[in-house]
């Protein structure tokens, strides 16, 4: 492979029109679209539009501009993008707020049952919220195994699996068909958090039988900083679902202003507090996007460039001290590349002077997200290129790459 097999594979690219719709800088090459999606173009028109709408329609537009039903209608939309039915996904919240309910409202349909199965490399936060459900809940308790444990670790006892479909540091991905049969068989439900899998490859909620999901709008999604996040539950667990957040918008008559909670009917009962409107257009924008994308083509065409990367890595900087925390197996591996090296938050900062855009993940982890819709195969061999003559020329070791941020 060469920079020129590169331009090819570019000029034959079926995808490479939906980079037009991305506003990537010039000369920047983004591998952290797996963090922090770019702004789709389109973007633009539609907060515009709500901001149009909040000025002429004022309180009106609840009601005129479909304010109110915002969360359904992004939730069909986002439905028909990991393959679930329309009326078991609602837009709302934080992915953090959104698994908090649904722990919860899973170990009040599992009764007896009160262990909550887990890796123990689950994303941070994900782990802090299991801690929290746990203490209203006493008599219950966290079993974190590694990943290539969680089979065996679910048994009887357990009420709720919860894990990510691709974990946030390695890119290493579960079969979802073989965990939800395991837990089935034992009479546990499944909770998937899809953060970094929504938007970057096919999926089948209902076709795989999940009874749960959470996953949030602003990665592969690319929903804009903070975006909402989403929560699935398949309707056969709907009628018994109860969520500890009993905010008015989940009310059943919630302009009854009624002293007692009644809880609504389907998805609309995990809604809380009022949808920030101007957050739900940048959205929807990407959302309508997603809706004409073949996402069968976009996780081949990431299958390639995430095999491209390693490939060049190692022909270009085997050399050096990097090791590859990834699968090697594509049916495994998810849509970003993490490489570790003892100097990698300065190597990675070195890079983004450069412009090339990944993160870094404490201890030592450098990530590079590979996005089809807008990356091209040669973004790829400039990206390595510029790694392996960082690394060359020890950039990294600069004062300036060495200097700490809040955000890495």
């Not at 591996?333 to 003892?342: A, K, P, V, Y």
Request: aromatic share 8%; net charge negative.
């Amino acid at each position: 492979m060469n920079r020129e097999e590169c331009l090819r594979l570019d000029a034959e690219d079926s995808l490479a029109k939906w980079r037009a719709e991305f506003a990537v800088p010039e000369g920047v090459i983004y591998l952290d679209g797996n963090s922090l999606g770019p702004q789709p173009k389109q973007a633009v028109e539609y907060v515009s539009e709500a901001l149009k709408q909040w000025q002429s329609g004022l309180v009106r537009s609840w009601n005129s501009a479909g304010w109110f039903d915002a969360p359904a209608r992004l939730g069909k939309k986002l439905a028909a993008i990991i393959g679930a039915d329309p009326s078991e996904v609602i837009v709302t919240d934080s992915m953090s707020v959104n698994l908090f309910k649904l722990l919860v409202a899973a170990l009040r349909i599992q009764l007896n049952r009160r262990t909550i199965v887990t890796e123990v490399g689950s994303f941070p936060s994900d782990l802090y919220i299991a801690q929290s459900v746990i203490r209203f809940f006493p008599d219950s308790t966290i079993r974190a195994v590694d990943a290539d444990k969680v089979l065996e670790a679910i048994g009887t006892d357990t009420a709720v699996v919860y894990l990510s479909h691709v974990d946030f540091r390695t890119a290493h991905m579960h079969d979802i068909v073989s965990i939800n049969q395991r837990a089935h068989q034992c009479g546990a439900l499944v909770l998937w958090n899809l953060a970094h899998s929504a938007g970057a490859m096919p999926l089948h909620l209902s076709q795989t039988e999940t009874d749960m999901a959470v996953g949030c709008g602003y990665k592969y999604l690319n929903g804009g900083p903070g975006a909402p996040a989403f929560a699935h539950v398949a309707n056969r667990h709907q009628p018994m679902l109860d969520q500890p957040l009993s905010g008015w918008f989940g009310h059943q008559r919630p302009f009854d202003f009624l002293p007692d909670y009644q809880p609504a009917d389907g998805m609309r009962q995990l809604l809380c507090g009022t949808p920030p409107i101007l957050a739900y257009a940048a959205l929807e924008a990407s959302l309508d996007q997603f809706l004409t994308v073949d996402l069968e083509l976009v996780r081949r065409k990431s299958t390639a460039m995430t095999q491209l990367f390693i490939d060049l890595v190692e022909q270009q900087s085997s050399h050096h001290e990097l090791r590859l925390c990834s699968p090697r197996q594509s049916d495994r591996r998810g849509s970003h590349i993490t490489l570790s090296h003892e100097s990698g938050y300065s190597v990675v900062q070195a890079m983004i002077a450069e412009r090339v855009i990944g993160d870094f993940r404490a201890p030592d982890l450098m990530r590079f997200g590979i996005t089809p819709l807008y990356l091209r195969y040669v973004d790829i061999w400039d990206a390595v290129a510029t790694l392996t003559r960082i690394l060359d020329d020890e950039t990294w070791r600069r004062p300036e790459y060495q200097q700490g941020n809040t955000v890495t």
